[in-house]
């Protein structure tokens, strides 16, 4: 198989990467599209560190590679960069899935209300909607921090939290909407399935 510079897994943003999909993983997961193999390797991951084959990467994330590597080149940066990955899913994927109206599935900026136990809960921004998730980072009230699908992704400045709230909003999602609670409910059972 020929190593395509492109997307080179040392990258800093691999990581960063893998914290984003792993919701999604756990969707495919829950619908049966995702074979035992898969979704084995890529669990690896999180508990011993081995990186999943790349091609295990493009059966599984296959919407956010083409995605990452049109953002990539625009950088002039490999896929796996941070700077490529945040800007994916903060701004093209998060438009594209407010397209497609799946608000499931969109990067939300979040700020930390207080801590209980492992648990966070947690303010999302710009809807309404408040969630109590556990999360590895260290964190405290008043952090913001990146959420998608339910996974806690990273703790990020409050200016770059705005930054995503105000491209949200221009897509058109305001405090006006609540976060559906068929949504919540769907993603509460898909964090316990992770």
Known sequence: MERDERM????????????????????????????????QAILDYFKTGKKPDSDVLKRVYYVAFPGLEVVGERLGKRMFDADVVRKFYAFDHNKMKVEQGNYVCIAFPAKILEKRDSEYLLELSPVKGNFCIDSDLDLKPGDWVIV???NVVEK???EYAKNISDNLKRLGVDKEMRFPEKAIKYLKELKRNA
């Open 8 to 39: 080179d897994m040392k990258g800093d943003g691999f990581d960063l990467f893998m914290r984003f999909a792993d919701g999604c993983r756990c969707y495919l997961q829950s619908k049966g599209v995702i074979s035992r193999e898969d979704n």
């Open 148 to 150: 998608h699908r339910m």
């Open 156 to 158: 990020v400045s409050e």
